[in-house]
């Protein structure tokens, strides 16, 4: 299973970027997918999930209201849509799959990861 991250670049604070997390090699049935980030000096945080079959979502509370995760089964792609960015949202954003459908966004539990995606909020 390989999973790519696309769509990040430089926005403005309160600006919107979408994301996007292909999987190839594997249908992603009952799985979650994750979505990570790690900024510059600290650990890599989970900050929403997406159950791949019944589309049950999860947030960290540091993105919650403002981001939404959904899925296309049919193209075998999860998206972060993020809204309102502030600059405390930049980082390297990743996404990664989980081989069971749980609400977690604990990165060690994840069995796959992509190569991530930068993402920078700046004027």
């Known amino acids: 299973v390989q999973l790519q991250a696309s769509g990040g670049g430089l926005v403005q604070p309160g600006g919107s970027l979408t994301l996007s997390c292909e999987a190839s090699g594997y249908t992603l049935d009952h799985w979650t997918i994750g979505w990570f980030r790690q900024a510059p000096g600290k650990v890599r945080e989970g900050i929403s999930c997406?159950?791949?079959?019944?589309?049950?979502?999860k947030y960290a509370d540091s993105v919650k209201g403002r981001f939404t995760v959904s899925r296309d089964n049919a193209k075998n792609t999860a998206y972060l849509q993020m809204n309102n960015l502030k600059p405390e949202d930049t980082a390297i954003y990743y996404c990664a799959g989980l081989r069971r459908p749980e609400l977690l966004l604990d990165p060690i539990v994840y069995d796959y990861w992509g190569q991530g995606t930068l993402v920078t909020v700046s004027s």
């Open positions: 997406i159950v791949t079959s019944d589309g049950r979502t």
